[in-house]
């Protein structure tokens, strides 16, 4: 009994030394948000989906929510192609929901021809007459520059800025496009006086507006691409050796540009580190990349080539999971292995972006399933509403021990007690040493326990009455009735933790809290009757109260229906059927 107590001062005492006084509340109590993934097979892949992928994208999103600050925030599998993201209150969460899934697949190809897409081509048409009845007419029209429409003859012009690179340096495009297409058709026509206007044609206008030479056999591909569909904003880059086309990422001046792209000539595996930093130019944010020696190496060569032509055949397309998020032109070669991507970037977007190079690809495409978010004053009231059953399933189990078992009852106090402050100080430790959060079905498990820690006194109290009954005095009843109990007690128990580690083992989330918690309070139960109950109850029948039986011990003998032995008589034979 020493030892126990011993062990539970020493417990309260490192959980104050260590400030943890408190357990660490899970999502569903403390607020917070969670994100489902989904992991998605490649087509040409099916087998993709396996534990050793699904273990690596649980380390690579585990780094890239760590690198992003983000506190007591787990990563873990549920099931074989699931993953949960759960992060507490009090971060970026937001940042966190946009990033965990994105695959963070870097290529740097060089462009091969660039167009706008969803861009507003305007076009007019006029005619004049004479005055000798011949009839007039003007017309103008506004159409999208993938929507075709009838013929005439254009003369558009385009204009588009790229951002200015130097030694070192890959500029953001920040790119301003217009686009005009006009076209003029007069008519003279008969007698009749009939007037007739001509309009433009919008596709041929775009055509117009392509710069660079777009590849044989991406014609028609890059053609039929229209970026403002969400739907074709897709990663198209189906072999990183041949030709591709590509989006971009935002339509910031009103419209997406599509790009034809050349094979990947530096693959993002070749950077070494990536991190946000504010530009000594002009004072914005940037991502500094450091390459790789191979990776380096490529991208001098790469460099070099691209700074001997124009526009747009010098500018460096660098696409992230299928999108160009910017498309700088190269004026000179860069070396060093080492390279900055400046431009209009926020300090959140350039966090971001480094964020996900830094720490790799992951291997698998993850749809978002789910996002689940609590707030803090909905856990509360969850937090409450279980420390509230906890209370009053806490007070019943008291009160049937003092009606019904009266003095033993303070035994089953005693027990409960230090069982409770074992599990307290456990949760508090294990929380900041192994990040067990504390959820509302743990709260449950822990309740469930009440029941089965009582249970334990129970069985022995029984036992020992039992032996009572049949004549035998206190501390022999004390001693025999142990044996019995304690087998009784660890089947018990030893079915209770057979159902806390199959149900910890063969679910995920919040299930597995409850599992914990029932498992880790059925252990207790077998620690506080063994070192804590069965020495208490052997001290306590030396006592006069509880060895002769007073009224309130609960050791009653006429309340226990005990009848004492019969003085020099003998136990009536047994009668035997013949």
Known sequence: MGLILAVAVALVAIMFATGNTTPRLGVDLAGGTTVTLKAVAPKNNPGAVNSTSMNEAVSILQQRVNGMGVSEATVQTEGSDTIVVTIPKGNNTQQIENEVGTTAKLYFRP?????????????????????????????????QANAPSGSASASPSATKTQGDAVTGDLTKASATASASATAKASTTPAATGTAAAAASSSAAAAASLTTGTVPADLTTQFANLDCSKAAQRVDHQTDTTKDAVACSSDASAGYYIKYALGPVAVPGTDI?????????????????LNFTSSGGSKFTTVTTALAKNTTPANQFAIVLDGKVQSAPSVSSAITG?????????????????????????????????????VSPELGSSQLT???????????????????????????AIAGLAVSAVLTYAIMCLLGATIGFALNLPAVCGAIVAIGITADSFVVYFERIRDELRHGSSLRPAVQRAWPKARRTILVADFVSFLAAAVLYFFTVGKVQGFAFTLGLTTLLDVVVIFLFTKPLIT?????????????????????????????????PAETKEA
Not at 272 to 288: D, F
Not at 346 to 370: C, I, M, R, W
Not at 395 to 408: E, T
């Open 111 to 143: 462009v091969l021809a660039e167009a706008p897409s969803g861009v507003t081509v305007t076009s007019s048409a006029s005619a004049s007459a004479s005055a000798s009845g011949t009839a007039s007419a003007s017309a103008s029209a506004s159409t």
């Open 272 to 288: 070494s580190s990536a991190s946000a930093g504010i530009s000594t130019q002009n004072g914005g944010w940037q991502v500094n």
């Open 337 to 373: 292995g080492q390279a900055q991507i400046t431009g209009s970037f926020t300090q959140e977007e350039a966090t971001s972006l480094a964020n996900v190079l830094s720490y790799g690809a992951l291997p698998l495409d993850f749809s978002k399933q789910d996002v689940t978010t």
């Open 385 to 411: 509403a279980g420390l509230v059953s906890g209370a009053i399933g806490l007070a019943l189990v008291i009160l049937y021990s003092l009606l019904y078992y009266r003095g033993l009852g303070l035994v």
């Open 539 to 571: 001290l306590l029948a030396r006592r006069k109260f509880f060895a002769e039986g007073h009224p309130m011990s609960g050791l009653d003998p006429k309340r226990l229906g005990v009848r004492p032995p019969l003085r020099g008589g003998r136990r």
